[in-house]
Structure formats: structure tokens, C-alpha cells
């Protein structure tokens, strides 16, 4: 009521004006609404046909237009059209061109992964004995088993990496397996998987070669194949098969990338082994790739190997247990080689030759006499002897043939050198150390004293060479500390010496490993001495004209020092097993050291 009445007796004016007031106030927010809405609206984003007419619109005065540097545009086109160009270029290329496109991709990852095994193997060894090692003596307990620990991750990361990249990479890592005497165990009993037991590949890649170096599937020019391959090396896998006259066959398929990607491997070992040599100036082994690329360039060529299996089989024709399997020529091409399938153990399987009822020592004499002959007299040298390519099989006549397969990689020896080597050996058994300086330099090295133990691989000092058997682990040691004390000075006589020797050290390396693993039944050096001797011999013979006064005269000068050398090696050895006995009688009698003091013994 009182609102009411107020309402009621307020003038008529003053409502005119107060309704006024508020409509213009509402007027007026509402036309700030309006304005400020299209504004709102500008700030919206545009819609993508807005924005492309906006984008094709010339640009504001106020904007100034620059131009792209050349360089921008170049990096643009090529980073758009290189990869276009390459996918284009594959699509139509031929089978071949496409495997060469893949494998330069593939040969970039290569060359990381080896990089990348390389520093952590270094990093490894470096955390191990600068930072775990530090301040522990270095022959305790403790540092042994971290040692040991660091070399079976290093073995481990080197199999792993040749394994995945293959080709060169397992044939490096089957070389370094003859090197027992230098390497930790762990090394060795790992590094061995590599000696047949590479990657494999598959039936369709095997197909692809055939169809390309026969224009024929293998069941066509077999009448069995088996796609299962019973061994894979370095370059080729084996494939058991049989011919239509039914003869059983061995099929050695090299992989079908290997020659495509062989230069572009030997340029990444080299550009690796120079990277390490910057790093370790006194590990410099580029030199030897670079020497020995075109010997490892042969083993591609399997019509090569096939004509050194034929020549091989010609020089040791005399030696009636040693096998050559029989290439089979219709069957084979540069890549392919068919040969004839020989059934057989590794050479180093003691227990296989134990349950064939052979003997160790007449194994390990034919193993020395075969190789003794090539390195002495024919000059021919098979230069990959590893376990896996010398077998052992029972002969008609009860005792051990050695079947000698992969004969890709073979090297050759003058007959200059093959004489100073000849004598060299001699003269090292004699102790002529007059002798042992004249043919060492005839070899072309001056540190004959050193060259000696590398080439005996073992102590040539007076008093120190004993049978192999009696002092393998002392020899070992010795042989690894030698090593490390003289490293660049091994260096030095490795490059001072004719390049195919390089190949013949390999050789003497992997037999000597080979009769270590036998239990080395016999004595090496000693077998190797009578065999120079008697390769010198008849190299002198065939060297001189056969005058007959000439000829009689030079007979008995060879029969002479023959008769000579025999007395001083039977009088050596028997010296030799005198004084091992009566160390063994001291050492149990307590008088003397067991072992660890045998050589020092022996010195004074």
C-alpha cells in the first residue's frame, strides 16, 4: 500500500525521464554488442577455402617479399626428388640392379654395426681396466675373473657382428681362430662357431642363382638337391645332392650378394682397421688388407678354386691318404662348385676320431707331412687349413685319410724363398745362429731372432725347445707375453717380409693349432725341420745342372748334411727328454719348481 501510494504520487516528469534513461542505456549496450561482435568474428580461425584464397592473395604493401636462396631450393628438390627418383629407379630395374640398390643401403648398416661393435668392445676394455681395475693387481683372482669376463663379451659382440654381416667379416674371424697361442681362451672356444657355421640363406635366393648361372632350376640339373644346407662358411653354403648317374655330390653355392658387396666390405674393413690404427698407432693392420685384398678376391672365382683342387691333388699324388674331392665340371660355374661328396669328421673332433678307432699321432704326422710338403718343395700352399676344412675318414686300409676341402684361397712361394725358408728352419733347429741371420735376411727381415719364434711360434732359445707336448701352457704364455713386450717389433718383421709369406705364417699357425688341439701327439718342429731339410735337397738338385761329376758331387753333399742334420735332431731330442726327465724327478722330489720356474730352470 505504501509502495502503491508512492508510486502513485510520484510527478509525471520525473517517470518520463527515468524511463528514458533506462531505454537508452539499453540502447546503447546493445549497439556496443553489435560492434564488438564483428570483431569477434575476425578472430575466429578461417576456414580452409578462406585461407586459400587469403594464401593466394598478393601480400600486403607493408610485407616485403623475399626470394629463397638457391641453396634452400636445391636442398628442398633433392630432398623431395632423390628419394622419388630411387623408388621409380627400383620399380623397374632388373633382379640384379635391385639386389646392387639394396645392397648399398644394406652396406650403410653394415658399416654402423661395425663401427658400433668396435667402441663398445674399446669402451668395455677401457671401463674394465681404467675405472673396475684400478688399483687391483693385475694376476689376482679378481682381476682374472673380470678380465675373463670382458674378453667373453668382446668374442660375443665379434661373432655377433660377423655373423649378421658376413662374407669378409667370418673369414676375418675364422683367421683369428689359429691364433691360440696370442688370443684369450675365450676368444677361441667362441670365434669357433665361425669355422662352419655361418648365416645361412634361404631356398629362393639359391634358385635365383641357378636360374642366372644356368638358366636352370637345381632340380633340373640334379636328380636330388636338398635346400638344407649341411655347412655355411664365410662365402657359400653347402648343399648335399645327387647326379643323374646317382653319384653323391657336394654343391658349394656362393651367396648371391657377395661379389656386389665385396669391394664396398674391403673399403669398410680398411677405412675400420685405419681408424683403429689412428686410435692405436701401434695396432696398424689396414697394411695387410690392403696386401692380401686381390689373394681374397680369387675365392670368389669357384672355377679358380676348382683348378687348385686339380693341382693340389697333382702335387700330394704321393701321399696316398690325402683326398681332393673330384670336381664335377658340367655342374659347376664362377659361383657354383660340385664336387664330389666325401663323408668325414673336423680334424679337431677328438672324440669322433677316438670312436673310429684312429690314432692321434698318425693323424697329426699326415696332417704335418702334407702341408710340410707344400710349404717346402710344390710352392702351392693351401692358406686356409682351418678344422673345418680338413676332415678325417677311415681308409681301406684301416688307418686316417685326410680329405682337404675349400681350395679357393691358395698362395705361391718362389723357389728363392722356399730355399731360405728351408734353411732357415734348418738352421733354427742346428742353433746356427750364423745361418738363421743370413736366411732371415735372404727373407728380407733383420731381426732373424725374432722372426724365428714368430715362425716357430714358441721359444727357439738353447735349452727352450722342448717336444710340443711336454710344455704347451708354458709355450702359450710365453708366446702371449712375447707378444705384448714386442708388438711393434713383430710389426715391423710381419711388413719387412715378402707379402706371400703372410699367408705361409697362416698356415704353420692353423697346423700347429690344429696338433695343439690333437694333444699334440707328435713333435711339430722337429717333423717341419726334416721336411725343409729334405725340400732343400731336392730344390737344390733340380736347381743345378745335371752334369755327372757335378751331380755325384752334390748327391753326397745333400746325403752329408741330411746325415748331419739327423744326428744333431736325435742328439737334440734326446738331450731334451734327459733333461725333461730329470726336471719331473726334482719337481716331485721337491728340489725344484713344478712348472712355473721350467724355463728359467732350463736357461741357467
Avoid at 725358408?421 to 732371415?440: E, G, T, V
Wanted: aromatic share 8%.
Amino acid at each position: 500500500m505504501l509502495q502503491q501510494k508512492t508510486r502513485e504520487s510520484r510527478p509525471w516528469g520525473v517517470g518520463w525521464w527515468s524511463c528514458l534513461c533506462r531505454s537508452s542505456l539499453a540502447e546503447s549496450q546493445l549497439c556496443h554488442f553489435h560492434a564488438v561482435l564483428p570483431q569477434s568474428r575476425l578472430k575466429l580461425p578461417p576456414s580452409p577455402a578462406a585461407f586459400l584464397r587469403r594464401s593466394l592473395r598478393a601480400p600486403p604493401a607493408r610485407w616485403s617479399w623475399r626470394p629463397q636462396p638457391l641453396w634452400k631450393k636445391v636442398l628442398a628438390a633433392t630432398a623431395v626428388g632423390a628419394p622419388l627418383l630411387l623408388g621409380a629407379r627400383y620399380l623397374t630395374a632388373e633382379p640384379p640392379e635391385k639386389r646392387r640398390m639394396r645392397l648399398v643401403a644394406d652396406g650403410v648398416g653394415r658399416f654402423c654395426r661395425s663401427l658400433r661393435v668396435g667402441l663398445k668392445i674399446s669402451l668395455d676394455y677401457w671401463w674394465c681396466t681404467n675405472v673396475i681395475l684400478r688399483g687391483v693387481e693385475e694376476n689376482s683372482p679378481g682381476y682374472l675373473e673380470v678380465m675373463s669376463a670382458c674378453h667373453q663379451r668382446a668374442a660375443d659382440a665379434l661373432v655377433a657382428g660377423a655373423i649378421s654381416n658376413g662374407g669378409l667379416y667370418v673369414k676375418l674371424g675364422q683367421g683369428l681362430c689359429s691364433f691360440n697361442h696370442l688370443l684369450p681362451p675365450e676368444y677361441i672356444r667362441t670365434l669357433r662357431v665361425l669355422e662352419d657355421r655361418a648365416l645361412a640363406r634361404g631356398l629362393q635366393e639359391v634358385d635365383e642363382l641357378f636360374l642366372e648361372d644356368f638358366q636352370a632350376p637345381p632340380h633340373k640339373l640334379f636328380q636330388e638337391f636338398d635346400y638344407q644346407p649341411i655347412a655355411a662358411a664365410s662365402l657359400a653354403q653347402v648343399h648335399r645332392a645327387r647326379l643323374h648317374d646317382g653319384t653323391a655330390v657336394a654343391v658349394k653355392v656362393q651367396y648371391i650378394d657377395l661379389r656386389d658387396r665385396f669391394d664396398g666390405d674391403i673399403h669398410t674393413l680398411e677405412l675400420l682397421l685405419r681408424l683403429v690404427e689412428f686410435m692405436h698407432p701401434s695396432f696398424g693392420f689396414s697394411w695387410v688388407l690392403q696386401d692380401l685384398k686381390g689373394t681374397l678376391a680369387q675365392e670368389l672365382d669357384f672355377e679358380n678354386e676348382g683348378r687348385n683342387a686339380e693341382r693340389c691333388a697333382r702335387d700330394l699324388q704321393h701321399f696316398h691318404y690325402v683326398v681332393v674331392p673330384r670336381v664335377h665340371w658340367d655342374t659347376s660355374s664362377k659361383r657354383v662348385l660340385t664336387a664330389e661328396f666325401c663323408e668325414g669328421c673336423k680334424i679337431n673332433d677328438v672324440e669322433a676320431i677316438k670312436s673310429m678307432g684312429l690314432a692321434m699321432q698318425d693323424i697329426a704326422e699326415k696332417l704335418i707331412q702334407a702341408f710340410a710338403e707344400q710349404i717346402f718343395y710344390t710352392g702351392f700352399i693351401h692358406s686356409d687349413p682351418h678344422p673345418g676344412n680338413v676332415l678325417v675318414r677311415k681308409g681301406p686300409d684301416g688307418k686316417a685319410q685326410l680329405v682337404l676341402l675349400d681350395h679357393g684361397l691358395y698362395q705361391f712361394l718362389d723357389q728363392k724363398d722356399r730355399s731360405a725358408l728351408c734353411q732357415l728352419w734348418r738352421a733354427i733347429i742346428l742353433r746356427d745362429d750364423a745361418a738363421m741371420k743370413a736366411h732371415a735376411a735372404s727373407l728380407g727381415v733383420q731381426d732373424y731372432f725374432l722372426f724365428s719364434e714368430v715362425l716357430m711360434q714358441r721359444p727357439v732359445r738353447l735349452g727352450q725347445l722342448w717336444r710340443s707336448h711336454l710344455l704347451s701352457r708354458e709355450e702359450a704364455a710365453y708366446m702371449q707375453a712375447m707378444a705384448r713386450e714386442h708388438f711393434e717389433d713383430i710389426m715391423a718383421v710381419l711388413k719387412a717380409l715378402p707379402r706371400p709369406m703372410l699367408l705361409v705364417l697362416r698356415n704353420v699357425n692353423t697346423v700347429r693349432a690344429i696338433n695343439t688341439a690333437l694333444g699334440a701327439p707328435v713333435d711339430r718342429y722337429f717333423l717341419m725341420a726334416k721336411s725343409a731339410v729334405r725340400g732343400w735337397s731336392r730344390l737344390a738338385g733340380e736347381a743345378q745342372p745335371s752334369v755327372y761329376g757335378a751331380s755325384l758331387l752334390r748327391h753326397a753333399r745333400v746325403i752329408w748334411e741330411m746325415l748331419k742334420f739327423e744326428v744333431a735332431l736325435r742328439l737334440e731330442t734326446m738331450s731334451m727328454r734327459l733333461t725333461a726327465l730329470l726336471v719331473r724327478v726334482l719337481a716331485s722330489l721337491g728340489l725344484m719348481p713344478s712348472t712355473e720356474g721350467l724355463y728359467e730352470y732350463l736357461e741357467t
